[in-house]
Structure formats: C-alpha cells, structure tokens
C-alpha cells in the first residue's frame, strides 16, 4: 500500500523541523527567487502581496488535469491566490493578479481540513497545490497538522518554475509528484512578458532539482500517479515559448524517459491583447513543429494535446462552484 513518505517525515519530527525553518524565513522573506525581505508576519508583502496566511482562491475536484493526476476521482485541486510572476497572458489572471474578494485566508489547521476534504469528501487521487511557490511555509505547516488527522494521498507541486533552490530542498520527501512549467528559453522574453528575472536559469536549476528529489513518474495498478516529476510546457504564438529549445533541455539534461505535458491550448487572455505577439492563439504550422521536435526527441512518455478548443480549458473564478464546469 501506497504510503507518502511525508507522513514518515511527520512521525520523526522532521516535517516539524522543515515547518518552523519555512516560517522563520518568511520574518525576511526569500521564499522565492524575488527575496523581497519584507517581513511577512507582520502583513509586509512584496511582488507576491501574499503576506502569513495562507490565501485560498478556489478548491475542486479537477478532472482536467493529466489523466494520470485526475483519475477517476479527480485531482484535489487548492488554487492559491496570487502569484510570484505575473504572465501577460495568465488564464487565471482573475486569482493571480487581480483583486479577488472571493479568496479567504486560513492558517495552518484551516489548511489541513481543506486537504482532509478533498481527500475523504471528495475521494480525490492527490492534492494538488497550483501556484504553491510563494506560500510553502504556509502548506508544510498545513501537511503537520493534516497527517494526524488522516491526510495519506500524494502531494503535487503545481508551479511555474520560478522556486527558490533552497526551498525545494526543505521540500524534499515532502512532494510526491512535482508539476513544473517551464515556459521560455528567453530570459527577455520571461521578463517582459512574466516580470521574471534570471527565469531560464532558476527554472532549469529548479526542474532539475525536482527531479533528483522524485525521479520518473510512477503509477499505480490503476494508473494514477504516486511519485515523479511532470513537465508542462505551453506552446506559445510567434515561439515565444522556445519550444524546441526547452524540449531539448529536458532530454539532454534529465531524461528522454521525463514526463512531459505539451499544451496546445494558449488563449489571449488579461493583458496578452496589448502585446501584438501574443494576440492570438496558435497556427497548425506552430503546433506541427514542436509536435515534430517531440518525435525527433524520441520523448517516449507524456502526452501532446491536440489542436482543440482553446476556449475549453479556460477557468472562470467567479462562477459560482467549479471554475471548470463546462456544463
């Protein structure tokens, strides 16, 4: 029987060790790559505007993640408010960038009881963290207290990318499944389109990183992901992405045995209409090239979503109930 070693990490103290280095770093904050130091405690908040709470934007049972995360019970889906970028073309703009007044905040314990419900209410496969990066003290602390309680599923690590080293480091043995972007070859074009300084570099570093952490990904007899690191990549117009570029990395770097999770569903969203490149979504020519680098590559495992709707994958946080009810 599956059995996260996260709940090993509680039982020796570890995870309470982790929990109160996490929380001290947050009195000067470098969580994440941006170290802003401000004093988070104290309701100070940097690019992140997130200050000691945890900030809840949405939860649900997501069965439009990879189907190896969805299952047949969905994904326990806990979507954060805010973000430390800030994407011109962000599909969920409405919880990472704007002011969202739906969003509640909850300590440690409130936390905990989210995750218990996704998991017993639910009957969620995983709990699934998206755009974690800026509030992992907040969810470590959270796992301490939900372990007692009965908390036994996967952990996923859903995030851009843009993570601290030394974060991740106190992750390890605490994620099961780590769930990166990694959207640009380009350092300029990651800082003019997401405000991100150094992204190629603190990506690829932190990428790696996971993957030493987690190795290849694991499935059960039914098919539903226990441990291992999947890519996502996002293909964007005008290859702004650097498609072929990234694919490469992860081949020559990892593995050509690496999960990945190419994404053909870009849609101009926020204030992607104001920067004439990113003003529509992608051609079949676009599409058929990195589909091409995928086979060349010989990448063996994950999936290459097809040229769809791209209006269908769209999130609305402001609907009442599921963000992704397509009903």
């Known amino acids: 029987m599956f059995k ?4 090993s990490l509680y039982e020796s103290g570890e995870l309470t060790r982790r929990a109160e280095i996490l929380k001290t770093k947050l009195e000067s ?4 790559p941006r170290a802003c130091r401000v004093n988070r405690l104290e309701t100070k908040k940097g690019f992140c505007r997130s200050g000691g709470l945890a900030s809840i934007a949405s939860y649900c049972d ?8 969805s299952g047949t019970r969905g994904s326990g889906t806990i979507f954060f408010q805010n973000c430390n970028l800030a994407c011109r073309y962000c599909q969920n703009y409405q919880i990472s960038q704007g002011d969202n007044t739906s969003a509640r905040e909850v300590n440690g314990r409130g936390l905990a009881e989210l995750m218990l419900s996704l998991q017993e209410e639910y009957g969620c496969h995983n ?3 998206v755009s974690p990066s800026h509030f992992v003290p907040q969810i470590v602390e959270a796992v301490g207290k939900a372990v007692p ?17 030394a974060t991740l480091k106190l992750l390890d043995g605490i994620i099961d499944i780590y769930l990166p972007d990694i959207k640009y070859a380009s350092d300029k074009w990651a800082y003019k389109l997401s405000q991100s300084k150094g992204y190629v570099q603190v990506s690829r570093q932190s990428i790696r990183e996971m993957y030493n952490q987690v190795g290849e990904l694991r499935v059960n007899e039914r098919g539903v992901a226990t441990r291992g690191l999947i890519v996502r990549h996002l293909i964007l117009p005008n290859d702004l992405a650097g498609s072929c570029n990234s694919l490469t990395w992860l081949v020559q770097n990892l593995s050509r045995h690496v999960t990945v999770s190419v994404m053909s569903q870009y849609h101009p969203c926020h204030k992607a209409f104001h920067e004439p490149l990113l ?7 676009e599409y058929e090239t990195v589909a091409n680098q995928v086979e060349s ?3 063996e495992n994950g999936w290459l979503q097809q040229m ?16 992704f009810h397509h009903g």
């Open 4 to 7: 996260p070693a996260y709940i």
């Open 29 to 32: 904050c470098d969580i994440c």
């Open 297 to 299: 590559l010989a990448i």
């Open 62 to 69: 997501h069965h439009g993640e990879e189907p190896v995360l």
């Open 149 to 165: 309680l009965g908390l036994n599923i996967p952990l996923v690590y859903n995030t851009n990318a843009y993570d601290s080293l």
């Open 279 to 285: 003003a529509r979504t992608i051609t079949h020519a």
């Open 127 to 129: 709990i699934n963290f």
């Open 308 to 323: 769809e709707s791209s209006e269908y994958y769209l999130p609305d946080f402001q609907r009442e109930g599921h963000p």
